[in-house]
């Protein structure tokens, strides 16, 4: 929508068009674009900003309803962003998509304590492993997303490691050929939920949408459905928790971060990544959302340094299941 009020024909984009679509926004509005997001879809922010396209959010407050599958229709953030994207959040590569709402997941985060704590007893929820076992999990949010996913795929190939995908759904659904080498190769795939929201936004049903419509889509693939979920940004609140655990679904947190997200460069990447690293260790980076060739740069430094250090690199599963049995 043109900001003389002039509407355009509406086009519609895959999960992997992203490219087309920043090239078909471009096109229509030149330099004056921006891009109005809303917080169900943490995937195209990155993306957008990266094709040099100012990219907005809308929290729930700014919108209409959203149906339980997915965001609110495209023209309905176009107007808001028309009406007044001075009152939006402007996203920025340093804060991502939740910018402005960090201590709101914060506070989810600590009010979730108890109910991590009774989770992680009765086997669903999980921050780190072993702690008696030379055993550390790395894990990749946000996939598949190539080149990105091939090049983890063919780093931790050469090193004969394995490692835990959490695939987004809607990239999955575009990506079955990824998403089989994956599995095949001996990885572990975990959900990562459909569109990528921040969960504290969420009803019961929107939820189990996002939880089911990614279990589906990499079913159809793998023949199997993930039964372990990472949470967008790690966002919980002690209901998301009950309903992922009442769901069957073990929720996967992470006690290394080591920030690729934010692009801080390969080496402060291995640094965060392995400062304070010990057995049962889970490290979280990411194969998509964005430009991950300092993750690619990062990853081989990582995994010879752990492997050095006489860890072995295994999937959460593995990772999970040598906790149960002790
Ligand atoms: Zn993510």
């Not at 921006?34 to 990266?50: C, E, H, K, Q, Y």
């Amino acid at each position: 929508m043109h900001d003389d009020g002039r509407v355009l024909r509406p086009a519609g984009f895959a999960a992997n068009e992203v490219p087309l679509l920043a090239a078909y926004l471009k096109k229509m509005c030149g330099d004056r674009v921006i891009a109005v997001v809303d917080s169900t879809n943490g995937l195209l922010d990155g993306p957008l900003r990266n094709a040099g396209i100012r990219v907005f959010r809308a929290d729930p407050w700014d919108l209409p309803q959203r149906p339980v599958a997915g965001s609110v229709p495209a023209h309905a953030l176009a107007l808001r962003g028309r009406e007044r994207a001075g009152g939006l959040v402007e996203t920025d590569t340093e804060n991502g998509t939740l910018k402005g709402r960090f201590d709101e997941l914060d506070r989810g985060v600590e009010s979730s304590a108890g109910r991590e704590a009774e989770l992680t007893r009765r086997g669903y929820c999980l921050t780190r492993g072993d702690a008696a076992a030379p055993r550390v999990a790395l894990t990749f949010d946000d996939g598949p997303s190539e080149p990105y996913t091939g090049q983890v795929l063919d780093v931790l190939r050469d090193y004969g490691v394995a490692g835990t995908f959490f695939c987004v759904g809607l990239h999955a659904s575009t990506a079955p050929g990824t998403l089989a080498r994956i599995r095949e190769e001996g990885h572990a795939v975990g959900n990562h939920t459909w569109s990528h929201p921040f969960l504290p936004d969420l009803t019961h049903d929107e939820m189990l949408f996002q939880l089911d419509a990614t279990n589906k889509s990499i079913a159809e693939v793998t023949g199997e459905a993930p039964t372990l979920i990472r949470p967008p940004y790690g966002s919980r609140t002690p209901e998301t928790l009950r309903w992922t655990a009442d769901h069957d679904m073990t929720t996967v947190l992470w006690d290394r971060d080591s920030w690729d997200w934010a692009v801080p460069g390969p080496e402060t990447i291995v640094e965060n990544a392995l400062d304070g690293i010990s057995n049962g260790s889970i490290v979280l980076m990411h194969d998509g959302g964005g430009d991950r060739s300092q993750t690619i740069a990062a990853l081989p430094v990582i995994i010879e340094s752990l492997l050095t250090d006489g860890f072995q690199l295994v999937t959460v599963d593995r990772l999970r299941g040598s906790l149960l049995q002790s």
